[in-house]
């Protein structure tokens, strides 16, 4: 097996695991999670001049819960992505409530409002990353399509980068390469948000 295989087939491994994971946690602690994960970020927020966030709505076991919402009662204008297509970066629309969203691809909730463009997650000071797990240095791993690496290099080079996963989902070292954008910050249930060494 070449080495490219092997990292390959180790990222797969991971995301086996880290999955397997989600699924295996029950509905009261996903709700604790969830409920820690909100106290700790509007810890965070309120110590920062956050205005606009980029974010996620979370689905099929993410950590965050009704994360766009809970953001939006903070006082804060939210911007959520919209896949376009396999090969392109995210677009990003803004959250206007639970009302606004509608079901999208890969089983996703986007939001139907005016498309903002790719280059609109630039306008966030701060950007909410989804992600099965996220190592010390800031190597974060997704699903494995690519739309944040092709989205967070169009952020603006100031904006927090916070991976959004639980405890167990912050690890010691992940699969990574030179090129990947790194986090740099995470956020856990147990921890709040820290910053990581980028």
Known sequence: MSSLDEFCASKSQWRDRLLQQRRALDERSREADDQRLHTGLRSWLGERGVNAIAAYVPVGGEPGGELPEMLRAAGLRVLLPVVV????PLEWAEYTGPDSLRPA????LEPAGQRLGAAAIAQADAVLVPALGVDRSGVRLGRGAG???????????????IAVVRDVELVAE???EPH???MTGVITPGGGVA????
Do not use: C, I
């Open 174 to 176: 992940l699969p990574g």
């Open 85 to 88: 297509d396999r090969s392109s």
């Open 195 to 198: 910053r990581l060494p980028v």
């Open 105 to 108: 691809t890969y089983g996703l």
């Open 180 to 182: 990947d954008v790194r």
């Open 147 to 161: 739309h944040y690496d092709r989205s967070l290099p169009l952020a603006d080079p100031g904006a927090e980068r």
